[in-house]
């Protein structure tokens, strides 16, 4: 647990370059042999690390994100708790993008385990919509997400403009009519909150 708690401190101080093993070896006094004994490489070690904080930080509290009357207000809800966790630590999401995205190893794993945490989670939330359109709102809102990360890691957005992006795309799917009595009566007018800001109010 030392070796993870030092790449989390690392990732958090200089993100994925700032992760050496030497460095590693220096905070921990755990020699490189034995990291690589047990995790093979950088990457791996890197992967486990995040994984660690995903844990934490993700796939324990997401269930308790599931709040509101309505599918499109759960929906909401879920994604509201993810981005709140992105903008708390926005270090972690370039090293978790990387990540996710290796070819294969555990690293590769983070994207399967991330799914596999938040799918039913977003399925139950949108169970009683028509499934076409419950397949169609949730490939939307992934695509959107996966779009938003890589835009924040290129500098092309600021974490903390993509929340009101996402919820701007969620009320607007909700007003389909697959999604009539599915979303809460207020969202029906104009003048409904449209960031997450003004929702918590």
Request: proline share 6%; hydrophobic share 45%.
């Amino acid at each position: 647990m030392r070796v993870i708690d030092c790449v989390l401190e690392l990732l958090h101080e200089g993100g994925d370059d700032a992760v050496r093993l030497r460095a590693v070896w220096e905070r921990t006094g755990v020699g490189t042999d034995t990291i690589y004994r047990y995790f093979g490489s950088r990457d791996r070690l890197i992967a486990a690390a995040i994984g660690t904080w995903l844990d934490r930080e993700f796939f324990v509290p997401a269930p308790t994100w599931r709040t509101g009357a309505t599918p499109a207000e759960q929906l909401l809800s879920l994604c509201r708790g993810t981005w709140d966790v992105w903008e708390r630590s926005p270090w972690m999401l370039e090293p978790f993008v990387r990540a996710a995205l290796a070819d294969d190893g555990e690293e590769a794993g983070l994207a399967a385990r991330s799914m596999q945490a938040f799918a039913p989670l977003l399925a139950a939330a949108l169970e009683p919509v028509d499934p076409e359109y419950r397949d169609d709102v949730l490939l939307v809102v992934n695509s959107v997400t996966q779009s938003a990360m890589t835009s924040v890691i290129r500098g092309q957005l600021d974490v903390r403009e993509v929340s009101p992006i996402v919820e701007r795309t969620i009320r607007r799917l909700a007003q389909h009519p697959a999604m009539d009595g599915h979303r809460p009566r207020a969202w029906d007018y104009a003048d409904a909150p449209t960031t997450f800001a003004s929702a918590r109010a």
